[in-house]
C-alpha cells in the first residue's frame, strides 16, 4: 500500500503473475476520511492483519492531526479511530507493535506518556514508564527499534550521546546509555537518524549528525560506527531519513548535506550501504526520461521491503523506484515451516502455518517517528507448479510480532485466494524478502457438488 501523499488516497502495488513487482500493477484502494490527508504519521501492520495509521505532523499540507484510521484489506475499507483521552495532537509520533501484538503509540506531550490501542474495539489506555531520561527533556522526534528480547531501543533528540531501552514488562525505561558519539542534531531541529536492528542482533543507528554508532543487543554496550564522511561529504546526515536492512545483513540508508543553520538541504542526496564494519556508496537512482540521477530533500523518502528481497523507495513523487541488493543471505536467517497442510481448498480460511523465525530477524525497514514500515511478519507465497504463476494468500492472526524468535514454534494463519490456479504447486513462508524452503501442496476446489481436478470440472 502507497499514499498519494497528503490526501485520503492510497494505492495497491500488485505483483505480476511472476511475483515481479517492478512490471505490477497499481489499483486504487477506498480512501480514508474526507478529512484526514496526513503527512508524517505513526502506521503499523497489527496482528489481525489490519493496517492502522495515527495522526501526522501534517494534514492536507497543513498543521498537525489527531486523527486516525483503520484498515480493513478484506473489506477494502477504513473505519476512522477516536485519539487517545486528551490527545489534541498527534504529530510525527513513533510507534511499534510489541511482541504481544500490542500497537504503542508515542506522545506528543513529553517521555512519560504512551498510548496502548486495543485492537478489539479500537480504544487507548494512557501508559506513563517510568525512568526515562530526566535531560532529555521530551520523546518527540525519537524513534523506536524493536529488538530480539522484545524491548524497545530508542535514541535521544534533545541530548547528546544517550539511549534508552523500554521494556513493555516493567513498563520502565532502563536508564541512560552512552552512544559513544553524538547522533543527535541538537539545537537546530532535534532530529535523528534511522536505528536499524540487523540479523546479527547489533542495532545500527545513523545519525543527524555526520556520525554512526552500533548498539549489541546482547552486551548492552555501544561502540562508534563508520563516520559519514569517511565516504560521503562532510556534513552529511540522515536527520529523518529511511533505511532498510537486505536480505544479505547490509543496511540501505540514505544521507544528504546538512549544515547548523539548515538540517533538510534540497540537494546531494546520496545512497549507501552499511556491511557491519565499513560504507559503500552506490549509484542513486536515474530519472526515466533523461537518464539524470535523481535528487530530492533526504526527509521526503520512504523504503519498504518487498517480498523478493528488493527494496520499495519512494520519495514524494509521481515516480519510484526498485532497488536490487546483491543476491543471497544466511540461511541461519530463513524462515522454517515445521508444520503446514498440504491439500488447500481454494478460498478456504484460516489455514494455519506453524514455524521458526517466521516473523524474520529484523523489523525490515525503518525512518523513525515520521514513518514506520515494518515487515515482521509471515507472507504465504504459493508458485503453481505447472503454470509458475505466483500468487499469495493472505496471511493474519500472527502468533507473535517479534523479531529474531530462535528456536520458539510460531503461527500465522493464511486464507486462499478464491481464484487460485489449481493442482500441484510449492508454498513458502517469506519474511523481509527471505523464503523458507518449499513445501509441496495441492490446491483443490470444491463448490457444492462440483469438484475441480485443477483442469476440468468433474460432477461426482
Not at 112 to 123: D, R, Y
Amino acid at each position: 500500500m502507497v499514499q498519494d501523499d497528503s490526501t485520503p488516497n492510497w494505492w495497491q502495488l500488485i505483483p505480476d503473475s511472476a511475483g515481479d513487482y517492478v512490471n505490477g500493477t497499481w489499483k486504487p484502494l477506498q480512501p480514508m476520511q474526507s478529512t484526514y490527508g496526513p503527512n508524517a504519521f505513526a502506521s503499523a501492520v497489527l496482528p489481525d492483519g489490519r493496517l492502522i495509521i495515527e495522526g501526522g505532523e501534517h494534514n492536507f499540507f497543513g498543521g498537525q492531526t489527531n486523527q486516525g484510521a483503520i484498515y480493513d484489506p478484506v473489506a477494502d475499507s477504513w473505519q476512522s479511530i477516536n485519539a487517545p483521552t486528551g490527545w489534541g495532537i498527534i504529530s510525527d509520533a513513533q510507534s511499534v507493535v510489541l511482541p504481544n501484538g500490542t500497537f504503542m503509540l508515542g506522545s506528543h506531550y513529553g517521555d512519560n506518556e504512551v498510548a496502548i490501542f486495543n485492537q478489539s474495539n479500537l480504544s487507548w489506555t494512557i501508559v506513563y514508564p517510568t525512568n526515562k531520561n530526566p535531560n532529555d527533556g521530551s520523546a518527540d522526534e525519537e524513534g523506536w527499534t524493536l529488538l530480539p528480547s522484545g524491548n524497545v531501543l530508542t535514541v535521544d533528540v534533545h541530548q547528546s550521546s544517550t539511549a534508552e531501552v523500554y521494556s513493555p514488562t516493567t513498563q520502565a525505561w532502563s536508564g541512560t546509555m552512552s552512544t559513544v558519539v553524538n547522533l543527535a542534531d541538537l539545537g537546530v531541529c532535534y532530529e535523528m537518524g534511522p536505528a536499524v536492528l540487523r540479523p546479527d542482533g547489533t542495532v545500527f543507528a545513523i545519525g543527524a549528525t555526520n556520525q554512526t554508532a552500533v548498539y549489541n543487543s546482547t552486551t548492552n554496550q555501544w561502540s562508534a560506527g563508520p563516520s559519514l564522511s569517511s565516504i560521503s561529504l562532510d556534513g552529511d546526515g540522515a536527520p529523518d531519513a529511511p533505511a532498510a536492512v537486505l536480505p544479505n545483513g547490509k543496511v540501505l540508508f540514505s544521507v544528504a548535506p546538512t549544515t547548523p543553520s539548515n538540517c533538510f538541504n534540497t540537494k546531494g542526496l546520496q545512497f549507501l550501504e552499511f556491511d557491519g564494519v565499513g560504507l559503500t556508496k552506490i549509484a542513486s537512482p536515474t530519472l526515466p526520461d533523461t537518464g539524470q540521477t535523481f535528487d530530492s530533500i533526504n526527509y521526503l523518502g520512504r523504503m519498504l521491503v518487498l517480498p523478493t528481497g528488493q527494496i520499495l523507495y519512494t520519495p514524494t513523487s509521481k515516480l519510484a523506484w526498485v532497488y536490487n541488493p546483491e543476491p543471497g543471505y544466511n540461511s541461519a536467517w530463513a524462515p522454517t515451516i515445521t508444520s503446514v497442510p498440504t491439500t488447500l481448498l481454494r478460498g478456504h480460511k484460516n489455514y494455519i502455518v506453524n514455524g521458526r523465525q517466521l516473523n524474520g530477524m529484523t523489523q525490515g525497514a525503518m525512518y523513525g517517528d515520521d514513518a514506520q514500515t515494518a515487515t515482521n511478519y509471515p507472507l504465504v507465497r504459493i508458485t503453481n507448479s505447472r503454470t509458475g504463476r505466483v500468487r499469495f494468500a493472505r496471511t493474519h492472526t500472527f502468533s507473535t510480532m517479534g523479531v529474531a524468535t530462535g528456536t520458539a514454534i510460531v503461527s500465522a494463519q493464511f486464507d486462499i485466494p478464491a481464484d487460485i490456479e489449481l493442482g500441484a504447486a510449492s508454498l513458502v513462508a517469506v519474511t523481509n524478502g527471505i523464503p523458507s524452503a518449499p513445501v509441496n501442496v495441492n490446491i483443490i476446489c470444491k463448490v457444492d457438488s462440483i469438484f475441480c481436478d485443477g483442469f476440468d470440472l468433474v460432477v461426482h
